[in-house]
């Protein structure tokens, strides 16, 4: 919006002076806005699996002496206790971009490097699934960013292509480059998004099948992580889909060949 939020300071200089220092909160008073509406839907996460621990533990405590169902509620607790440590090492992740803004120390980095490390790191899920992920494209292009975040930002598009898709299907990453953008492009077989669902995907949180995606182990924060990674590298993350049929991701990103304007190295946009 057109609102800017000042705070003035005034401090006298004399009898017939003052001083009146101005500055500009508006952003400031965005950050904290975010921060707090995080916090509150954090602390509603984190309530869940806690809760469905400590159900289980205390369950377990009065079927201490019959084996298969301590077996089984152990084996829930474990599968619990694994969804907890997903989210919070994916809040942390989050908490860190939204804090930290900008990328830190940006460097050249080689694309090929990003989308093969990433492809390893899903490869297993993959195999477990019989998916096949293939690559290809102009993999020798350069962006200038943060090697780290780009590998957690194609895995985590990788991880949800493996996770939304049936057995035996494909999974493929292509990378091209396209007026100063490399894109690169997610594509799966899967099971789609319908439309009125597409806008919100990107929301922190938002899963469209609360079970569906409670079995696949999904916290509803990768692609809210895949938005900041885009954004602080100058770029952004868009999407395709139809239902029964797949869907793309298209992650793009500057390319660190176009040279600057002013002959500095290109940086993501300030
Ligand atoms: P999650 O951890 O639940 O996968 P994300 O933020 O990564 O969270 O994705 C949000 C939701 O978007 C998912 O719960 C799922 O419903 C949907 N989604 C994401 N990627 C895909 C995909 N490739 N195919 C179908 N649905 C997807």
């Not at 919006?1 to 002076?17: E, I, K, N």
């Not at 916290?219 to 938005?227: D, E, F, P, R, Y």
Request: charge should be negative.
């Amino acid at each position: 919006s057109g609102t800017v939020l000042l705070q003035v300071r005034v401090a006298p200089l004399g009898l017939d002076r003052v001083l009146v220092l101005a500055e500009d909160r508006t952003e400031a008073h965005r950050v904290e806005a975010i921060r707090r509406d995080f916090v509150v839907n954090v602390s509603h996460e984190l309530k869940t699996p806690v809760g469905a621990l400590a159900l289980l533990a205390e369950t377990l405590q009065d079927a201490a002496d019959d084996p298969v169902a301590v077996r089984r509620f152990t084996e829930r607790m474990q599968r619990e206790a694994t969804r907890l440590s997903a989210l919070v090492q994916e809040i942390i992740e989050l908490s860190r971009l939204q804090v930290a803004g900008a990328l830190q120390n940006p460097s050249p980095v080689p694309v090929r490097e990003v989308v093969e490390e990433a492809v390893d790191r899903a490869r297993t899920t993959a195999q477990a699934k019989n998916i096949a992920i293939t690559l290809g494209g102009s993999l020798d292009c350069v962006v200038y960013g943060d090697h780290n975040l780009l590998v957690t930002a194609v895995r985590n598009l990788l991880d949800n292509a493996v996770a939304y898709s049936s057995p035996a299907t494909r999974v493929g990453v292509g990378v091209s480059e396209r007026n100063g953008l490399v894109e690169i492009a997610v594509v799966d077989q899967g099971i789609g998004i319908s439309e009125p669902e597409q806008e919100r995907v990107f929301e922190r949180f938002y899963r469209v099948d609360q079970a569906r995606s409670r079995d696949t182990g999904g916290t509803g924060l990768g692609l809210s992580i895949v938005k900041h990674v885009a954004a602080d590298h100058g770029g952004d993350v868009t999407m395709w889909s139809e239902p029964g049929r797949g869907s793309t991701f298209t992650l793009r990103i500057p390319s660190a060949d176009i040279p600057a304007p002013s002959g500095n190295p290109p940086g993501p946009a300030a």
